[in-house]
């Protein structure tokens, strides 16, 4: 009741609170449109899975608008409406540590979160390759080598080998 008796401390709380909710959203999407291209990869669609990759390239966190503004203001609104409960309010605290507890013990090294950050533009480039798009490929290619910090044949090769193990896996 203390919470709900301080609307500075509501509101900042709610902000937060919304920020780490739809962070939470975009990384299950980008986790579901992953595993999803590697299913159409493994199966030999590589259409398919071109499309799915190409989608967690614009969903990720350097991507499109998807999960950022203007959609996201609507969202907003809609959990606006959604929060007014005060049961939500309550409970409120306890959501912000768990997440911020969460978010500070899986800290990166800056080598992981260039794989990570390269990984979508690597894998992208493996299937547009195979599906004649070379100079397309080759862009993607360029900004993974890029972003990993290797020669551009170096990584071309290391996201080849890790598609080819993904299709092989399972």
Not at 136 to 145: G, V
């Amino acid at each position: 009741m203390e919470i709900l008796s301080r609307p500075a401390q509501r509101v900042r709380a709610y902000r937060e609170t919304l920020h780490a909710y739809r962070e939470i959203l975009q990384r299950n999407f980008v986790g579901s449109q992953e595993d999803l291209a590697y299913k159409a990869f493994k199966e030999g669609n590589d259409l398919k899975a071109m499309v799915h990759l190409w989608t967690v390239l614009e969903a990720g966190p350097d991507g499109s608008e998807l999960f950022k503004d203007p959609v996201s203001k609507a969202f907003d609104e809609d959990i606006d409406k959604a929060l007014t409960e005060r049961f939500f309010f309550v409970t409120l605290p306890k959501i912000n540590n768990v997440i911020k507890n969460s978010k500070n013990s899986t800290r990166m090294t800056p080598f992981q979160e260039a794989i990570v950050k390269s990984r979508p533009h690597g894998e992208l480039a493996v299937v547009l390759e195979q599906l004649g798009y070379k100079e397309a490929a080759k862009e993607h290619y360029l900004i993974a080598s890029r972003l990993l910090n290797l020669p551009e044949d170096k990584a071309q090769k290391l996201f080849q080998g890790g598609m080819k193990a993904r299709k092989a896996q399972e």
